[in-house]
Nanobody, 115 residues
């Protein structure tokens, strides 16, 4: 079992920045993929970005050039740097981790972009 704990959400004005953190209870090299999803009210959960064990990254078109996923292997932590935030980025952001057999989710952290 892997526990994922997110932090760093909050209220930010349009154009602002936030950094989310996801601390894993396991060595993140034991996980095939880690990523961030988001779910806005009334919408389906969607993939924002992911990073594989080898370090390959993938981004949703809506966040390319604005969001960056990174990791600190020593801390078993994955980060999501979000710049140039827009109101449409408002959502609950969830950390996700996958192995061959299992999928794990964090509890979510609210990000609200509003003036």
């Amino acid at each position: 079992q892997v526990q994922l704990v997110e932090s760093g959400g909050g209220l930010v004005q349009p154009g602002g920045s936030l950094r989310l953190s996801c601390a894993a209870s396991a060595n993140i090299f034991s996980l095939n993929v880690m990523g961030w999803y988001r779910q806005a009210p009334g919408k389906q959960r969607e993939l924002v970005t992911s990073i594989t064990r080898s370090g390959a990254t993938n981004y949703a078109d809506s966040v390319k050039g604005r969001f960056t996923i990174s990791r600190d292997i020593a801390k078993n932590t994955v980060y999501l740097q979000m710049n140039s935030l827009k109101p449409e980025d408002t959502a609950v952001y969830y950390c996700n981790a996958r192995t061959i057999m299992d999928t794990y989710w964090g509890q979510g952290t609210q990000v609200t972009v509003s003036s």
